[in-house]
């Protein structure tokens, strides 16, 4: 296994943390996506675009769990040791993107439990190796062509509670037809951190990720409730991959910000 950094309980000596807002201007910018069209218009524009692909309706209520090479994993946590970790920030994101709207007592948490890696073309191009190795799983799943519309890596801090994230949920900003696969940097567990899916809705159905580094989940987050189960000791490390149906297969990821969600247009 790598030697993935690990971090301790957060104290209660942590800095207090301080949400700044931007200049008026880039404020503008950043809620351009819903200023232009609404967020309820955007995703109206992306269901309609998304819906001309057609996937089968069955396919949203099954998942995948499998494990990528182990080698690439590793590729990817040794090319992380070499870029800062970034806070979630509210505004953070590209102005071509839709940022999530929420409240400043949510943001607190986002910002204390959850490190972002800021990836550039070194992390993205190993991330592009991974999507190109999970390209004939997706394809068979969906049934159709694929492509990626966002990629986001962070870690999980131990001592992160019941918040956001690790509520059971499913993604309503998204797209009906979205998928996401975690793939999870760090082993998977009970103990270390993971996800639980909800395939029935019901409770006493649930499954949790377990296995090496590498583990992923292929699903569909909209449809499908889900909840991330917080480290104890050590940080949960994941990689997430927010793909839509599409064409042709495009495997082109992107960090589009901490608080992105979709592209304003669906292209
Ligand atoms: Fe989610």
């Not at 972002?116 to 159709?144: D, W």
């Not at 037809?177 to 909800?198: A, Q, R, S």
């Not at 949960?236 to 910000?257: D, Y």
Request: net charge negative.
């Amino acid at each position: 296994m790598s030697n993935f950094p690990t971090g301790g309980h957060v104290s209660s000596g942590e800095p207090e943390i301080v949400i700044m807002e931007p200049p008026e201007d880039k404020l503008d910018l950043i809620w351009m996506g819903r200023k232009k069209y609404g967020y309820d218009k955007v995703l109206q524009n992306w269901n309609n675009c998304l819906d001309s692909i057609g996937v089968e309706p069955d396919v949203a209520h099954t998942y995948i769990i499998d494990q990528v090479s182990e080698n690439l994993v590793v590729q990817l946590l040794n090319s992380l040791k070499s870029i800062p970790r970034v806070e979630f920030n509210k505004f953070d994101c590209n102005t071509n993107y839709v940022a999530s709207s929420m409240k400043n007592t949510e943001v607190l948490l986002w910002t204390r439990f959850l490190k972002f890696f800021n990836f550039k073309e070194e992390q993205l191009a190993l991330v592009k190796l991974i999507c190109e190795e999970l390209k004939p799983v997706i394809e068979n799943y969906l049934g159709t062509s694929f492509r990626i519309i966002n990629v986001k890596s962070f870690e999980t801090l131990p001592g992160s509670y019941y918040f956001g994230p690790n509520k059971r949920h499913r993604d309503s900003l998204y797209p009906m037809h979205t998928y996401k696969v975690f793939v999870y940097l760090t082993p998977p567990n009970i103990m270390d951190g993971t996800t639980y899916i909800y395939p029935t809705a019901d409770d006493k159905d649930k499954i949790s990720m377990s296995g090496p580094a590498g583990t992923y989940v292929l699903f569909n987050p909209v449809l499908m409730y889900h909840s991330g189960h917080p480290p104890e000791k050590k940080r949960r490390a994941m990689l997430e991959i927010i793909l839509v149906p599409s064409h042709k297969t495009e495997i082109n990821p992107t960090f589009n910000g901490t608080n992105s969600t979709i592209p304003v247009e669906c292209i």
